[in-house]
Nanobody, 124 residues
Framework: QVQPVESGGGQAQAGGSLILSCVTS????????MGWFRQAPGKEREFVAF????????EYGDSVRGRFTISRDNTKNTIYLQMTALKPEDTAVYYC?????????????????WGQGTQVTVSS
């Protein structure tokens, strides 16, 4: 199994950018599909982005497609989420997660390992 730990959250202005990182410990991250989810107060956990175990495939939630980019460096057991053109509605706790499923898992229930989350707050 892997244990993800997120970092890089914080405050940003609308239109600005942030980069989130997620470092995993335990087994090699290259064995897992990885994803980002977010959860705003009073809302369900929302799929943000997925990246396949070698990085050849990615998928994004409709609300972030074209603004966010997911990437991974298996040599560093790290994945990244580059967030641009931020909006106040991007405010949420962002979670990094690992999945044993290889075929584009996009639901939270398809992920097996979760980090503690990092807060992102976007002000208008």
């Amino acid at each position: 199994q892997v244990q993800p730990v997120e970092s890089g959250g914080g405050q940003a202005q609308a239109g600005g950018s942030l980069i989130l990182s997620c470092v995993t410990s335990g087994r090699s991250m290259s064995l897992y599909s990885m994803g980002w989810f977010r959860q705003a107060p009073g809302k369900e956990r929302e799929f943000v982005a997925f990246i396949s175990w070698m990085g050849g495939s990615t998928e994004y939630g409709d609300s972030v497609r074209g603004r966010f980019t997911i990437s991974r460096d298996n040599t560093k057991n790290t994945i990244y989420l580059q967030m641009t053109a931020l909006k106040p509605e991007d405010t949420a706790v962002y979670y990094c997660a690992g999945s044993n499923q290889l075929h584009m898992p996009v639901r939270a229930s398809q992920y097996d390992y979760w980090g503690q989350g990092t807060q992102v707050t976007v002000s208008s």
